[in-house]
Every structure is written in structure tokens, then in C-alpha cells.
């Protein structure tokens, strides 16, 4: 048995225990069962006010406690948080994408160099330009998905606007009114009528027809008080007025609590239950003064529940709305934070890797030529080749720690501190550059904490056999030669 099936079982027994108690106290211990069986539904139908009344309760509790929590997290801890999940997800991108290429040319360029007396040096030197060139057009890729707005490359189109289903009636709301209708016929055929002898065949079809329109109870309440007000109004006005009973407090009182625990559904959701309460009252004064009283509490019952009800949902539907709302702040600014984040690390990749990927291909290119007529050439050409993967493969090792302590949004930090780095990186990648630095070498500012160095880098990345140049930065002296 579920919660939901356990909570109904116990406000039925509470009903019937209550029932059976206050029926005994005010008839002198009598138990009428008529009497016990209409207090004891009338009970039940207040407990599960009472019920909902409750959850509602509880629904905007948590909401409240969520909103509460939403609203105290701070707006950086949230920022990070995107932003270190996306660099996760752009390591492992670098990972699959960029890295595998990169060890994959360095194996070949290995056993090239270990085994060039029995491969064929010419067709792996060609295999190590086209990997070279899908690395490169991979990466070309991967830094063009960085930096589109929605990772993707291209905008993402609004949502279609969600098309309202017109609600119909369920199993349940079927098998109340039937019922309701099924208890209307009974009390009206077997017991005491308020219409006349010759009026009951109108009085009867009407009271059906009033407690048939309970199907619509949840889809539609207003419009189904309104169906069995004009029905009440007009037996009574025939003077064939609807008899009252057990079944009322089904077809009356769910419509009635369902009217108003609902937001607003248009005026027939006023004027229903209004034209009701108007109806009933004058039938019942005329035809039985006696149950005035009785009409009084199922709808009073029914309307304050749906009351309670109702303001306990508005609270939680406003928690909720604060909760998004701060939701929505904080996911714009994370989405901000986010995309500076992955511009710069498509700077820092390509700093890290594109120089180097073309050094390969070209390498490879000029090894495949020499291996003819100049070996010794070609052999070099594979050493640098080699020596431009490890360089590669490091970068990408140190790259991504380096992004995990750079400020948001922000790149690694770059200064000339690392200029011997890169001297020496350059120098394993086959390129003879000789450099005065300072010394000491002056700090990087805080206010730049990335030197303007990519350009420099591209160059110096360029193949020993076509490059030579010269070029200063932060004060020292740098010249660079062709490989011998």
C-alpha cells in the first residue's frame, strides 16, 4: 500500500470513528445509519480538504527552504562551478580530439626513426602529413566550436511554444460522477421527496442531470456549478424542486473546493460557485428550511479547504518563481563566465599546438623529399618531427592545469618569466635561436598578465629550413638561424 492509498485509508477511518461518535452523542447513544453514513462522508470530504490543505502546506514549505537556498549561493561559486564542469568536458574534448592525433604522429615518427632500414620511409612520412592534416583540421574545428556562443557553431532556435491540451475527465472523475448520479437515483426513488407526487419525474432527472455534471469537477468546476445551479433553479422554479442527500457532498462539494484551491480559470469560476450557493439556499428555504444548515457546512467546508489551499500554493508557486528567477541570473552569468573561458582556451590551444602541428607536416614533407638524395637531411628533418610531438604532446599535459588555476574567464598566465621555456622548447624543435635575456627578467604586470607573444610563436614555430628572422620582446635581444 502506497503513501497516497495509506493517507486515504486513514481519513476514512478517522470519518467513520468521528461520525459514529457524534452521531451517538447527539441522538443519546442511537447510532440512525443514515445519519452515520452521511456524517461519516462528510467527515471523509473534510479530511481530504484537510489533506490537501496540507500537502499544500508542504509543497510551499520546501519551495520556500529551495528559494532560500537558490538566493544564498553566492553568484562566483556558481560561475565556477560552470566553468569547471565546461573545462572537464574541454579536457577530455582535447583528449580525443587533439592529443590522441598528436601521440599517434610521434609513434609513427618513432619507429620511423628506429626501423628505417626495413620500412617504407616514404609512405610513412606521407601517412604523417595526412594525420597531420586532420589533427589540423580537427583542431580547426574543435577552436571554432570554442568560440561560437553555443558551443556548436551555430545558434541555438528559440523553443517552440508548447501547445495547451484541452484537459478531458480521467477514470476517476468518470466513476465519481456515475457515483454521485448512481446515489442521487437511490435516495430520490426510495426515500422522502420534496416534490410533489406529480412533479417527481421532472425533479428526479433533474437531480441526475445536477449530479452528473460532477465529471467535469477538475477540468471545468465553475462550469459545472453553474450546470447544477440553472438545474436547482430550475426544478424550483417548476416547482419540482431537487431532493438533497448523501450525494451532495460528492457533487457539490468537490466542484466547489476544486473552484477555488484553482487559480483563475475566467468569471465562470466566480459565478458558479456564487450561483450555487444562491440556488441551494433559496431551494432548500422553501422546500426544506430544515437542511439550510446542512448546505451551509458542505460548502463551507469545501470552499475554506479550497481556500487554504489555494494561498498555499500561490506562496509556493511565488518561492518557486524567485528560486528561477535567481536560477536564470545565475545561469546567464555562468554562461558569460563560460564563454570567456572557452575563447581562451581556444587561444591557449592554439598557442600550444597549431605552430607545432604545421611544423610536423612540413617536416615530413621535406623528409619525404630529401630521403632520396640527402639523408642524412631527411633523418634530421624526422628527429624534429619527433622532437615537435614530445613538445606538442607536453604542452597539452601542462595546458589544462594551467587553465584549472587561471582566473574565470581568463587565460593561463604568460609571462616573460617563461621566455627560457620557451628558448628551449624552440631549440628541441630544431630551430637554432639565440637569445640575451635580462637578468633578472622583469615580472609579468597584473593588469596583463598574458604577453602579446602568439605571433612570435607562430614564428618561431615555423620550419628551421624556411624561417630566419630576428625579433625583441620585453627588452631582451633575440636572433634566430637556419638549422644546420
Known amino acids: ?24 452523542a447527539l441522538h443519546g447513544g442511537e447510532l440512525p445509519p443514515l445519519d452515520v453514513v452521511f456524517v461519516s462522508i462528510l467527515f471523509a470530504f473534510l479530511g481530504l480538504g484537510v489533506r490537501a490543505a496540507i500537502l499544500a502546506w508542504r509543497s510551499a514549505r ?19 562551478a560552470a566553468v569547471d564542469e565546461e573545462r572537464a568536458r574541454m579536457s577530455a574534448d582535447i583528449e580525443a580530439v587533439v592529443r590522441r592525433a598528436v601521440l599517434g604522429i ?26 597531420g592534416r586532420a589533427a589540423t583540421a580537427e583542431l580547426r574545428l574543435l577552436l571554432e566550436l570554442l568560440r561560437a556562443p553555443g558551443g556548436d557553431g551555430e545558434p541555438t532556435p528559440p523553443d517552440a511554444p508548447a501547445r495547451t491540451r484541452r484537459r478531458r475527465p480521467r477514470g476517476l472523475d468518470i466513476a465519481l460522477a456515475c457515483i454521485a448520479v448512481a446515489v442521487c437515483l437511490v435516495e430520490a426513488t426510495t426515500g422522502p421527496t420534496l416534490a410533489p407526487e406529480g412533479m417527481r419525474t421532472v425533479a428526479v432527472p433533474l437531480g441526475a442531470f445536477a449530479a452528473a455534471a460532477t465529471i467535469a469537477w477538475r477540468t471545468d468546476p465553475g462550469a459545472t456549478l453553474l450546470v447544477q445551479a440553472v438545474a436547482i433553479a430550475f426544478g424550483s422554479a417548476l416547482g419540482a424542486p431537487v431532493s438533497f442527500g448523501i450525494w451532495t457532498v460528492l ?3 468537490l466542484p466547489m473546493w476544486a473552484a477555488v484551491s484553482h487559480p483563475w480559470r475566467g468569471p465562470k469560476a466566480v459565478a458558479g460557485p456564487l450561483l450555487l450557493v444562491v440556488a441551494g439556499v433559496w431551494s432548500q428555504a422553501v422546500w426544506s428550511p430544515d437542511n439550510v444548515g446542512i448546505l451551509i457546512v458542505i460548502l463551507a467546508a469545501a470552499a475554506l479547504t479550497g481556500l487554504a489551499s489555494r494561498l498555499l500554493d500561490a506562496r509556493r508557486r511565488r518561492s518557486a518563481a524567485r528560486a528561477a528567477a535567481y536560477d536564470a541570473l545565475l545561469a546567464k552569468e555562468a554562461a558569460a563566465a563560460v564563454r570567456r573561458d572557452r575563447v581562451a582556451t581556444a587561444r591557449e590551444l592554439h598557442d600550444a599546438v597549431s605552430g607545432t602541428i604545421g611544423v610536423i607536416v612540413m617536416q615530413a614533407g621535406a623528409a619525404e623529399l630529401r630521403w632520396a638524395d640527402d639523408r642524412p637531411g631527411a633523418l634530421r628533418a ?3 618531427i ?46 637554432d635561436v639565440r637569445a640575451s635575456l635580462p637578468d633578472p627578467l622583469p615580472r609579468s604586470r597584473a593588469a596583463s598578465p598574458r604577453p602579446r607573444t602568439g605571433s612570435r610563436r607562430r614564428a618561431w614555430r615555423m620550419p628551421p629550413a624556411t624561417h630566419r628572422g630576428r625579433a625583441s620582446a620585453c627588452g631582451s635581444r633575440w636572433s634566430t638561424a637556419r638549422s644546420r
Open 62 to 80: 520546501l519551495a520556500a527552504v529551495h528559494a532560500e537556498r537558490t538566493i544564498g549561493r553566492r553568484p562566483e561559486d556558481a560561475v565556477r
Open 386 to 431: 619527433v622532437a615537435a610531438a614530445d613538445q606538442a604532446v607536453g604542452e597539452l599535459d601542462d595546458l589544462m592545469p594551467r587553465l584549472a588555476g587561471a582566473a574565470i574567464g581568463g587565460s593561463a598566465d604568460r609571462g616573460p618569466e617563461d621566455l627560457p621555456d620557451l628558448v628551449e622548447r624552440m631549440r628541441r624543435a630544431g630551430v
Open 106 to 131: 610521434r609513434s609513427r615518427a618513432i619507429g620511423l626513426g628506429e626501423s628505417t632500414a626495413t620500412a617504407d620511409v616514404p609512405a610513412v612520412l606521407r601517412a604523417i602529413q595526412r594525420e
Open 251 to 253: 457533487a457539490f462539494g
Open 1 to 24: 500500500m502506497g503513501p497516497r492509498i495509506l493517507s486515504y485509508a486513514v481519513v476514512a477511518v478517522v470519518a467513520v470513528v468521528a461520525a459514529t461518535g457524534a452521531v451517538g
Open 382 to 384: 624526422i628527429d624534429v
